[in-house]
Structure formats: structure tokens, C-alpha cells
């Protein structure tokens, strides 16, 4: 099956600070999705992208899918410590919606 | 507001006692998703329902079932909990409209299993 690499697998960052991951695949996405989760929650969907080269903000979350739809970055600026939790991006080539996990990018954030 | 709903959000069950998890949603999404996440881990696929149409991944063990009564209810039955059935189980929905737009998976808040 299509794997995902998703990385870093986990950051220590500073308040204010900007943070940076990224997910690779071997396969071809049409779909690139990007979740939030927090302890004992589930997982909140942050960003949804639609098509190769497509860059998308909300608030001080931006995230891109990549060019050649096998790839997307998630990028967080001026973290702060709600920012705190579990992010994983998740591809989707179904037109019914499976998607594929990434293992997720663990940040915590430090006053 | 509309929203994905599971209970209970704390389920303990023992070794071998049948037990049953819960979701509803209020979206009127047709397709119903069940995850298994264990700690640590990405949310792994269960199965799913589009409509009243099952659809069971191939590695999903026999001892999980589910049943979809109406559009907003879906449970999840455990037969038999063994000790590595211990993990948080999430629902989600969607909306799939033939040859329409994607539409994202919306997660409900996860049940945590207890198996003793």
C-alpha cells in the first residue's frame, strides 16, 4: 500500500518561534489533508487541498501541496503553547474518501 | 451545532465482554468511518459505510462488526475484547456526491477503551 513519511516526528520549540513539516509519498495524491489532535480528542481538520500547487492559510497555518502531488508542508508561525498537540497529514486518492495517515508530527511548545 | 458525537467518551470492558461504541452525527453525511487508534499511532480504518453499503477493510479482525440503523447512527461491536483491543476508537463522516467535490472527514471526539 502507499506509505507516508511524515516528519519531523516530533519538535521542542520555543514560544514564537515558526515550525516546519512535511510529508513525502512514493504515490500520487489528489487530496492532501491536514489534522490536528490533541490528547484524548479527536483529530480537528485544520487545512484541505485540492490541487498540485495549491497553497492555503488559515490564521498562522499555512500549508502547500506539492507540485508533483506526491508531497505537502504544514507550516505554523509565531507558535504559541495552545499550538501544543499532534499533527498528521493524511492523502486521500479514493474518490470516496480513504485516507492515508501519516505517523504524525508531535510538537510541544515552550514558554 | 453540527457536529460528530461519541459515547461514552470512557469505556471499560473485560476480557472477553461484548461491548458497543456509539456515534452519531448531525452533518446528514452519507459515509460513516471507524478508526482503531492506539497510542502513539495514526488513526487506522476500520471500516466503512456509504449509506447502508458495508465496507470492511481487508486486515480489520472478524471479532469487530458494525451496524449503520439510520444516517446519523453507527455502533461498533466488539465480540470478544481481547487486551490489544485497548486503544481510542474514532468516527468520522463524510459527504460523497458521485462525480462532486471531496469532501473532507470530519472526526468525532473518540471513545477511549479500557479492556481489563
Known sequence: GQQLNQSPQSMFIQEGEDVSMNCTSSSIFNTWLWYKQEPGEGPVLLIALYKAGELTSNGRLTAQFGITRKDSFLNISASIPSDVGIYFCAGRTDSWGKLQFGAGTQVVVTP | ?116
Open chain 2, 1 to 116: 451545532d453540527a457536529m460528530v458525537i461519541q459515547n461514552p467518551r470512557y469505556q471499560v470492558t473485560q476480557f472477553g465482554k461484548p461491548v458497543t461504541l456509539s456515534c452519531s452525527q448531525t452533518l446528514n453525511h452519507n459515509v460513516m468511518y471507524w478508526y482503531q487508534q492506539k497510542s502513539s499511532q495514526a488513526p487506522k480504518l476500520l471500516f466503512h459505510y456509504y449509506d447502508k453499503d458495508f465496507n470492511n477493510e481487508a486486515d480489520t479482525p472478524d471479532n469487530f462488526q458494525s451496524r449503520r440503523p439510520n444516517t446519523s447512527f453507527c455502533f461498533l461491536d466488539i465480540r470478544s475484547p481481547g487486551l490489544g483491543d485497548a486503544a481510542m476508537y474514532l468516527c468520522a463522516t463524510s459527504r460523497y456526491q458521485s462525480g462532486g467535490p471531496l469532501n473532507e472527514q470530519f472526526f468525532g471526539p473518540g471513545t477511549r477503551l479500557t479492556v481489563l
